[in-house]
């Protein structure tokens, strides 16, 4: 080859694109042959080869526009190119990302903190960037972007590349840039290389540089030990940008001002880098909701995107597909290896799985404290966990602090400092739990055991009283209860079902009554078979799976398992111990919730004056005498007694002023009930204030309580009753939308929220808005109540035990015409509805029968529950209104369960529910 001839080696981006590629530069270079001023007599381009010719060459070989325009072409075209002679030098390992997505932010970050032209006082400085992040958040992708802009942006700046992943790679670039240097005592042994390489980077004649150190995630590499961070220059000349998953080595290397974070994509640049990768523009709105799903269950990272992304290309598949098999085999995907530009010549693995196991291994190293924190977070939830779930499993505070540091300085957690919980990445908590799992079966145990432990600690016994405390801790009583370990000693067996119950009542108040009920029915076998039938604990079990019953409208099924618990509890214990006296106030609640009154106030008035020879205020928690007196006083206004309520009421809030507990919920509720008797008597203003100021407590106000919509719902009510609309209607979509956003639409709250706003609507000739509530309602009706023990399809009538012709009677009642009836009895027949009676002793299925022939005639059933009927006068008419307006709009079954209760309010001189059978409501049936 003639020495007077240039030689040009250009490494291509992928071996299989080399004669494309080939065939490209060479059309492109041969364009500007003409302009070139000194002759070529041999033009090489060879794929993957050693460069030969150097940078420098190139801008010298060539008019200054020329050469500006060859430098962006080959920057644009994603090729690397390295020199070895005169400066400026490059030294690029990687290719320029083709399907990179700019990340404008952290983008606009870095050149602003690199610009050493942006003020005369900086250009004494030397300029220091940090990229840190989770790995896999495209931190390198962002200094390999920033190198090619600056190689356009700058020509005369030499751009070096350091490989901080371990001290052999990093001595192997530093040796790459002396030799490009020409720096002398390179291969003498008595001389540090590194050092050599730094002064002569230091020296103005090498002109300006940037430095990427890329993966400078180990602490003690860099900072003690082999300590390489002193190896990097300080000049003003010099530029220096790191990549580092560490906080604290971002921070120490370019100060609080110079670390930034790289966080996860945005939605919008997730959407972009699947489009480029999967190279398709014309995504239709399918394929555009599944690449918007594909993001949300990738959390955005763009590692686990690009991985996803190559493997729908690989396999040929669409983002649908993928979607499914990652449903299927999630840690698996995650662990699929793929060709990564920008990680070729890195030892930092590609896969997701195991690029985040480097990162254990080198916390490990740190602190294992750190790793027994992140691994007992892999059994919370991911989100919103609580600091004391975390310190309760490490130790004290002053322990506590140094592991959860280094977490975060990985960006593996994030602190909420205000709210004191943390958050950890979904797909870090996902291939957390399968690391864990890694360790083998009895640590993965002996973990979730822990776990489990500390989250019972932490859960309180009084749900409604303590309601604060447990929202917070429900989602991790969830995931620490999914885990099932294939061994539980007796204690650890006590110690789910505990966790088991306290769930279960939380999910009761809350309105999940399916999920309540299997927590408390797993509960008590755990209890059964560890304590025994009749042991305390396992009858509390039953007492409360008898009143999720009853929530669900299985009141006889609830019946019976109280009464079975009452009477075990008074066989064994007698009447003076305090689980007795629950026991029975909870069946006196049952009959008040199935329109008993006075069988309920009678066993509340035994609760309150059972005998004891040391007396009752000693063996009674007072807390639970509050209540069951404002159960009593409710059972009073039940019967009509409004004064003997008000009194009862009265005097709770007397006791519970003097002993300064204003603010707890014993009082709460006695204000919304005192309001409740008050409204009866028609004295509307001062249920009103109290309503008001049960509302604005500053308990309920802040915190997502059920007695707070309870007050709210009652106020709204009020207002509406008395014609104020507007202040109605306002505050009971407040109500609806607050208890549909907490809870749920198929909470009681949320239901009675909806047939209070339905009202309004109907009295302010609102009547569509007031219909699709009334659609609500219905739905949530049938979720509610969907556990009632009768089949999906038509058989399961038939398989009701019912006397010989009641089938055949039922069955068509459920199926005439009611219209067609009216016209062929010529007016003998007037009534809108056909009112059936379904009497028998409890147990014998009345319920049952009830919702198998809805089910038969495939009509919606309501059920009319004494808790709908409410109490005042005008309430109860409003509701009974309601009602059957329901039943005629929509031609649904009302279902009013213990009918019988009404006769005996009319035989007892109920002055109030007595009205129900008056011929004034006869019309509304």
């Known amino acids: 080859m003639n020495k007077d001839s240039k030689t040009w080696s250009l490494g291509l981006y992928g071996a299989h694109r080399k004669v494309k590629w080939t065939k490209w530069i060479a059309k492109k270079v041969d364009s500007l042959k003409n302009q070139i001023a000194v002759p070529l007599e041999t033009l090489q381009i060879l794929a993957g080869a050693d460069i030969k010719a150097t940078l420098s060459d190139m801008r010298q070989s060539l008019p200054s526009e020329t050469g500006a325009s060859v430098l962006k072409m080959l920057s644009d075209s994603g090729l690397k190119v390295s020199s070895s002679s005169v400066g400026p030098w490059v030294l690029m390992p990687y290719t320029r990302n083709l399907a990179y997505i700019l990340r404008e932010k952290p983008f606009d970050q870095l050149k602003v903190l690199l610009n050493i032209h942006d003020s005369p006082a900086s250009a004494n400085q030397n300029k220091r960037a940090a990229l840190w992040g989770l790995g896999g958040t495209g931190k390198t992708q962002i200094a390999i972007h920033y190198a090619y802009w600056l190689l356009v942006q700058e020509p005369k700046t030499s751009i070096f590349w350091v490989h901080a992943s371990s001290e052999a790679r990093f001595q192997e670039s530093f040796d790459q840039i002396g030799k490009m240097l020409g720096v002398p005592g390179l291969e003498d042994p008595s001389q540090d290389s590194k050092l050599l390489v730094r002064k002569k980077l230091m020296t103005v004649a090498v002109g300006p540089w940037l430095m990427i150190v890329d993966n400078a995630d180990d602490n003690d590499l860099m900072y003690s030990g082999p300590n390489l961070a002193r190896y990097l220059p300080t000049c003003s000349h010099g530029r220096i940008v790191a990549t580092t998953r560490d906080r604290e080595i971002a921070i120490s290397m370019a100060t609080i001002r110079g670390a930034i974070e790289i966080p996860k994509m945005e939605p919008n640049e997730c959407e972009q880098l699947v489009n480029i990768m999967l190279s398709t523009t014309d995504f239709d709105e399918k394929d555009k909701e599944d690449a918007k799903r594909l993001g949300q269950i990738l959390d955005y990272l763009p590692l686990a995107i690009s991985q996803a992304a190559a493997y729908i290309e690989v396999k040929s598949l669409d983002i649908h597909t993928y979607l499914q098999i990652y449903e299927q085999k999630k840690i698996e995907m995650l662990s699929t290896k793929f060709e990564s530009p920008g990680r070729e010549d890195s030892e930092v693995p590609n896969a997701v799985v195991a690029t985040w196991k480097l990162s254990l291994e080198s916390i490990q190293g740190k602190d294992p404290r750190a790793v027994d924190m992140l691994s007992l977070m892999a059994f919370y939830d991911r989100q919103g966990i609580p600091g004391t779930l975390l310190q309760e499993g490490i130790g004290d505070l002053s322990t506590f602090v140094e592991p959860r540091s280094i977490l975060i300085n990985f960006s593996l957690i994030k602190c909420n400092k205000k709210a004191d919980t943390y958050e950890i990445h979904r797909l870090v908590h996902m291939v957390i739990r399968s690391w864990v799992h890694e360790q083998g079966q009895s640590k993965e145990d002996n973990i979730a055991k822990h776990a489990l432990k500390i989250v019972n600690s932490a859960f309180p016994e009084d749900i409604l009283d303590k309601w604060v405390d447990c929202v917070p801790l429900v989602p991790h009583g969830r995931a620490v209860l999914q885990y099932k370990s294939t061994f539980l000693s007796s204690d650890q067996a006590l110690e789910r079902a505990s966790l088991l119950h306290k769930m279960a009542k939380y999910l009761l108040e809350a309105g999940e009554f399916s999920a309540a009920r299997d927590m408390e029915e797993e509960a008590m076998n755990l209890r059964t078979a560890q304590c025994g039938t009749n042991h305390p604990a396992t009858l509390a079990c039953m007492r409360n799976l008898a009143l999720i019953y009853q929530r669900q409208g299985r009141n006889d099924e609830a019946e019976r398992l109280l009464v079975q618990d009452a009477e075990t509890m008074i066989r064994l214990f007698g009447w003076e111990e305090k689980e007795t006296l629950a026991s029975l106030a909870q069946l006196a609640q049952l009959c008040l919730a199935t329109n008993r009154p006075y069988a309920a106030s009678r066993l509340f008035s035994k609760v309150i004056h059972a005998p004891s020879a040391g007396g009752r205020q000693s063996k009674m928690d007072p807390r639970r005498r509050f209540r069951i007196l404002l159960d009593l006083a409710t059972s009073y206004a039940s019967e009509g007694r409004l004064r003997a309520a008000e009194e009862s009421i009265l005097k709770v809030m007397e006791e519970l002023e003097t002993t300064h507990r204003i603010s707890d919920f014993e009082s709460i509720r006695a204000m919304v009930d005192l309001a409740g008797v008050y409204a009866a008597q028609d004295k509307w203003d001062v249920a009103e204030n109290l309503w008001t100021s049960a509302t ?157 022939s809805a089910e038969f005639s495939k009509k919606p059933i309501v059920p009319l529950l004494w808790g709908n009927i409410g109490l005042p006068i005008r309430e109860i008419k409003d509701n009974l209104e309601f009602y059957a307006r329901l039943s005629r709009n929509h031609k649904c079954i009302l279902f009013l369960d213990n009918g019988d209760a009404l006769v005996s309010f009319k035989s007892k001189g109920n002055p109030y529910l007595s009205q129900i059978n008056s011929s004034k409501f006869a019309k509304l049936w």
């Not at 707070?708 to 202040?727: D, P, Q, T």
């Not at 089938?807 to 015409?817: G, N, T």
């Not at 010529?826 to 009676?837: A, E, F, H, K, T």
């Open 696 to 852: 604005l407590s500053n308990q309920l106000s802040s915190v997502a309580h059920p007695l707070a919509f309870h007050a709210m719902s009652c106020l709204g009510r009020a207002y509406s009753l008395n014609n104020r609309l507007k202040e109605g209607e306002d505050l009971q979509v407040k109500v609806l939308l607050w208890s549909k956003a907490t809870f749920g639409s198929v909470h009681v709250e949320t239901q009675r929220a909806a047939k209070d706003l339905a009202q309004t609507y109907y009295r302010s000739g609102q009547e569509t808005l007031a219909r699709n509530l009334e659609l609500e309602i219905l739905k949530a009706g049938a979720e509610t109540f969907k556990d009632i023990p009768v089949g999906l399809e038509r058989r399961s009538f038939e398989r009701l035990v019912l006397p010989l012709g009641h089938h055949r009677i039922l069955r068509s009642l459920m199926a005439c015409d009611l219209e067609l009836l009216k016209k062929a009895s010529s007016g003998l027949l007037s009534r809108d509805s056909i009112i059936v009676l379904l009497h028998g002793p409890p147990g014998s299925g009345k319920t049952t029968t009830a919702y198998a």
